[in-house]
């Protein structure tokens, strides 16, 4: 990639939120980057806690600013892990962001569209990464399914710590333990890394989805598939996503589950659908049927929780089961969750950089989904659905169509 004449400013604050222990950029990136002729300025000890040092940043050609607010006044491009939205502590970093500056972090814009409205009146050109299409090219991009698989690691290993019990069977002298059965309900990528983690723990682990397609891979891991008497018709969306089905259909769902649940030692949700609040999956009464000692790990916390009792960021006991609600298990795996964030962050901006310079192709499906905010305007049609805009006509190119339309309007 040839070098520009003037450089590009990408700027790294740290995250705003104190128990964000990820890092939007570590080293390895910054140097493919700076190689690319881009200026990388991280903000003193920014990648410290997932254990990337200022010294490695340097060592990369990356340059370590102390002031955070002309870090972000110089900066052309902002990459955060959780901005707008999505990181409630960083209302003051909306206000140090300049107008013509571009945003790429994750931005949880279907839940709350306000943020979003209100940088976009700053002049800034905002993107969310969790939009990224489902699309073959856009893999590499993709930060739910990244974060997603670490998610899904983690909440078994929470799970085999609260649990009175060990996973695997075990032939002793002491006599033969019997294994673990722990319920994985949700397939997706969260759900499939919990059910390949728990297998590799001995346990006997089953796997449920609404959606019929994934059986195969759900026992290409070694579970069984759980089948319950209740129809799912298009259950899925064209994104790839589990689509939100309707109370009934969720009431039927909980009545077919209660007997499976309640003779699990484990039960693992997972089904979140985006920008919605989660489905209730488990109720009071099948926690109540669960025997004493059976934990219940909860990765929908943040969308109010799979399970009628969870309460966000908090661990409760209920009838002698453990029920947890972590929010940001990604977190607490910040290493490889910082280098995979990064990966994905990495190759979305070598979409947006060409030749050096900052190059937005309206006609890019990836750059299209993801753009949220550009020339003073909201220009994603789902996010100005939930402000109570007018849908704008379909961008192509960079002709500023949609702009136009909006300003129109």
């Given at each position: 990639?040839?070098?520009?004449?003037?450089?590009?400013?990408?700027?790294?604050?740290?995250?705003?939120?104190?128990?964000?222990?990820?890092?939007?950029?570590?080293?390895?990136?910054?140097?493919?980057?700076?190689?690319?002729?881009?200026?990388?300025?991280?903000?003193?000890?920014?990648?410290?806690?997932?254990?990337?040092?200022?010294?490695?940043?340097?060592?990369?050609?990356?340059?370590?600013?102390?002031?955070?607010?002309?870090?972000?006044?110089?900066?052309?491009?902002?990459?955060?892990?959780?901005?707008?939205?999505?990181?409630?502590?960083?209302?003051?970093?909306?206000?140090?962001?300049?107008?013509?500056?571009?945003?790429?972090?994750?931005?949880?814009?279907?839940?709350?569209?306000?943020?979003?409205?209100?940088?976009?009146?700053?002049?800034?050109?905002?993107?969310?990464?969790?939009?990224?299409?489902?699309?073959?090219?856009?893999?590499?991009?993709?930060?739910?399914?990244?974060?997603?698989?670490?998610?899904?690691?983690?909440?078994?290993?929470?799970?085999?710590?609260?649990?009175?019990?060990?996973?695997?069977?075990?032939?002793?002298?002491?006599?033969?333990?019997?294994?673990?059965?722990?319920?994985?309900?949700?397939?997706?990528?969260?759900?499939?890394?919990?059910?390949?983690?728990?297998?590799?723990?001995?346990?006997?682990?089953?796997?449920?989805?609404?959606?019929?397609?994934?059986?195969?891979?759900?026992?290409?891991?070694?579970?069984?598939?759980?089948?319950?008497?209740?129809?799912?018709?298009?259950?899925?969306?064209?994104?790839?996503?589990?689509?939100?089905?309707?109370?009934?259909?969720?009431?039927?769902?909980?009545?077919?589950?209660?007997?499976?649940?309640?003779?699990?030692?484990?039960?693992?949700?997972?089904?979140?659908?985006?920008?919605?609040?989660?489905?209730?999956?488990?109720?009071?009464?099948?926690?109540?049927?669960?025997?004493?000692?059976?934990?219940?790990?909860?990765?929908?916390?943040?969308?109010g929780g799979n399970c009628e009792l969870t309460v966000p960021g908090k661990t409760i006991r209920h009838n002698g089961v453990e029920i947890l609600g972590p929010c940001n298990l990604p977190s607490d795996v910040p290493v490889h969750a910082s280098e995979m964030f990064s990966r994905n962050m990495l190759t979305f901006l070598q979409l947006l950089i060409k030749d050096g310079q900052l190059n937005i192709d309206m006609d890019d499906e990836i750059v299209r989904e993801t753009l949220l905010s550009r020339r003073r305007q909201v220009l994603n049609n789902r996010v100005r659905e939930l402000l109570e805009m007018p849908p704008l006509p379909l961008p192509t190119a960079d002709?500023?169509?949609?702009?136009?339309?909006?300003?129109?309007?």
């Amino acid at each position: 990639m040839p070098i520009a004449e003037t450089p590009l400013i990408i700027a790294v604050p740290s995250e705003a939120d104190p128990a964000e222990k990820r890092v939007a950029l570590v080293p390895a990136s910054v140097a493919q980057l700076v190689k690319g002729g881009a200026t990388v300025r991280i903000e003193a000890n920014a990648g410290l806690a997932a254990g990337f040092p200022d010294a490695q940043y340097v060592e990369k050609g990356g340059e370590i600013y102390v002031d955070r607010e002309q870090l972000f006044r110089k900066a052309d491009i902002v990459l955060q892990v959780k901005a707008l939205g999505a990181n409630p502590d960083g209302s003051d970093d909306n206000s140090l962001l300049q107008d013509g500056q571009v945003l790429i972090s994750s931005c949880d814009p279907l839940t709350f569209p306000e943020p979003v409205k209100a940088v976009a009146e700053r002049g800034v050109t905002a993107f969310a990464l969790e939009l990224v299409p489902r699309i073959t090219r856009a893999q590499s991009m993709d930060i739910l399914s990244s974060m997603a698989t670490v998610a899904g690691y983690r909440a078994v290993l929470l799970a085999a710590t609260a649990a009175p019990r060990m996973f695997p069977m075990l032939m002793t002298a002491a006599g033969t333990l019997k294994p673990a059965r722990v319920l994985v309900i949700g397939a997706g990528v969260a759900g499939l890394q919990a059910i390949a983690t728990a297998k590799r723990l001995g346990a006997v682990v089953l796997g449920y989805d609404i959606r019929p397609a994934v059986r195969e891979q759900v026992e290409s891991l070694g579970a069984k598939f759980v089948e319950l008497d209740v129809q799912a018709e298009q259950s899925e969306t064209t994104g790839g996503y589990a689509k939100q089905m309707d109370e009934d259909f969720y009431r039927r769902q909980r009545e077919a589950m209660q007997k499976v649940i309640a003779e699990c030692d484990v039960v693992i949700t997972t089904a979140a659908i985006p920008g919605r609040k989660a489905p209730v999956l488990v109720t009071k009464d099948m926690v109540e049927a669960m025997a004493e000692g059976s934990v219940i790990v909860d990765l929908a916390a943040e969308r109010g929780g799979n399970c009628e009792l969870t309460v966000p960021g908090k661990t409760i006991r209920h009838n002698g089961v453990e029920i947890l609600g972590p929010c940001n298990l990604p977190s607490d795996v910040p290493v490889h969750a910082s280098e995979m964030f990064s990966r994905n962050m990495l190759t979305f901006l070598q979409l947006l950089i060409k030749d050096g310079q900052l190059n937005i192709d309206m006609d890019d499906e990836i750059v299209r989904e993801t753009l949220l905010s550009r020339r003073r305007q909201v220009l994603n049609n789902r996010v100005r659905e939930l402000l109570e805009m007018p849908p704008l006509p379909l961008p192509t190119a960079d002709s500023g169509e949609a702009v136009a339309a909006a300003e129109a309007v």
